[in-house]
């Protein structure tokens, strides 16, 4: 088993910047990638950035592409996301995942609110 936590969101003014943190427990020997994921009411859950665990490869969507930043701490079993020049739009529920396989996620976090207002 993996656990995942995730820490960091909140609400923040356009143009502002947050960080959100996700650690894992568990049997994390066992996991090949892990993501981070977004869902805003109304809207698919999509993906904000997917880190292959062993290379630390990053791959972000094109809507969040040089704005925000992914990494991994090795050490700490943790994974963070730099979220800066937040828009409105990037309002969603933030969760954290982890996957076995590197196709389907197995685990997940709680997930955490990210708000941007104007």
């Known amino acids: 088993q993996v656990q995942l936590v995730e820490s960091g969101g909140g609400l923040v003014q356009a143009g502002g910047s947050l960080r959100l943190s996700c650690a894992a427990s568990?049997?994390?020997?066992?996991?090949?990638?892990m993501g981070w994921f977004r869902q805003a009411p109304g809207k698919e859950r999509e993906s904000v950035a997917i880190?292959?665990?062993?290379?630390?490869?990053?791959y972000y969507a094109d809507s969040v592409k040089g704005r925000f930043t992914s990494s991994r701490d090795s050490a700490k079993n943790t994974v963070d996301l730099q979220m800066n020049s937040l828009k409105p739009e990037d309002t969603a529920v933030y969760y954290c995942?982890?996957?076995?396989?590197?196709?389907?996620?197995?685990?997940w976090g709680q997930g955490t609110q990210v708000t941007v207002s104007s």
């Open positions: 568990g049997r994390t020997w066992s996991i090949y990638t």
């Open positions: 995942a982890a996957s076995k396989n590197g196709v389907t996620y197995d685990y």
């Open positions: 880190i292959r665990w062993s290379t630390g490869s990053i």
